[in-house]
């Protein structure tokens, strides 16, 4: 195994690294770097957001270190990382946001969780906001962290937009049109239904695909 790490995030409502300081952070990347790990993944982003930005559809608590301090606690994460020999990546999921800044049509991805909306990655009007992320985190951070971990989580349930997306994929794959597959249950993790599967994975892979060209052209490699 080459790198061996934590996975963490500086995202409110998480109860793990929001409230952290500098001091907080020098023990706990001594503590990995004694610890012989070399690799931290840090969580940007989840159901709400770990880092200060400027849009105005991300929500930003100021009792999250991250945004009252400008950003100056993850460049003092990243910076002190490498400096203890440990590689960087900056994870986002960019699929789930505060439903009344974001002003998408979507859904609830938990039931207990009313305030945040899941949207498909055929979503209109996202693939744009998605950019807007993209380009505002490498703009902060591209030239201190080694990579970058994009999450599409939930993003594969079925809405009226999809169908007609659906319906040329399937028709370029050989496959049974959405009216012959819509009383199946379209969940991509069930099995022996893999249209569904298929189609939405194709839709992951050209995101992955679209956030790739829109990093590299802002100079991130």
Known sequence: MKEIGFWDYTCPRNGSLERYTTADWDMLLDDMASGGFNSLVLAVKWLTTGYCSRL???????????ISTDNAVIRHALRGAHQRGLRTWLLVVATIFPAQQFDLPGGSPYGWINEFNVYDLDTPGLNQRMAQMFEEIIDLFGGETDGLVAEFEFCDGESPHRIPIYNAWAAQNNRPDFAAIKDIRLEPRAYPYTHWR?????RR?????????????????
């Open 205 to 221: 892979i050209a995101s992955m695909q679209f956030i790739e060209e829109v990093v590299r052209r802002r100079g991130f490699n």
């Open 56 to 66: 105005p559809w991300l929500d930003q608590d100021p009792t999250c270190t991250a």
């Open 198 to 202: 298929d189609f939405t994975t194709s």
